[in-house]
């Protein structure tokens, strides 16, 4: 769960939230998250650090997605941005969470290597902030397209030569939906 000082919003969001247990009293953890409205279930302590690494890969990174793409839009004079990218952040969710990696959409699994490229160049030129973040999570992507069946490993090459990032040859660990 992630707490960002919204002490009404997130007291909510505990109902009905599941909660890694790794104490050693293992019964009164999970009653205590029973008692809060959560779901309990285990964790291993030593798979503690990995994880919360997990979670603050999926909640805290994406947090800075959406930071950095309500600026990119913001830098055009798109009004609203939350409401712009809620359609399309809702989906992509959902997709994700349902469908693994054959939720995946956009150029980077369309093999669309000309929209990258142009994705690169605007950045470059108007947000270079930005871009050490699209180049390497654009690679990431190709890198489970890949593994998924997705995209070949050509197309996989040519997105790694269009945004900078040499290739990962180690095969990544991606979700396949729907648990």
Known sequence: MAFSGD??????????????????????????????????????????????????????????????????????SVKDTAEVLRPALAAALENALMRGTAGATGPVVRGDIGTVTEHIRALSERMPEILPVYRVM???????????????????????????VPSNDSEPQHASGGS
């Open 7 to 76: 002490r009404d919003t997130e007291l909510g969001r505990i109902a009905g939230a599941r909660f890694a247990v790794t104490a050693e009293d293992r019964m009164t953890a999970e009653n205590l998250v029973q008692d809060m409205g959560g779901i309990p279930f285990k964790v291993d302590e030593s798979d503690r650090i990995l994880y919360h690494a997990a979670m603050t890969h999926a909640s805290n990174h994406l947090v800075t997605l959406i930071v950095q793409s309500s600026a990119m839009l913001a830098s055009i």
């Open 138 to 164: 654009s690679q990431a992507g190709a890198d489970i397209a890949l593994t998924a069946g997705r995209i070949s490993e050509d197309v996989k090459q040519r997105v790694g030569q269009a945004v900078g």
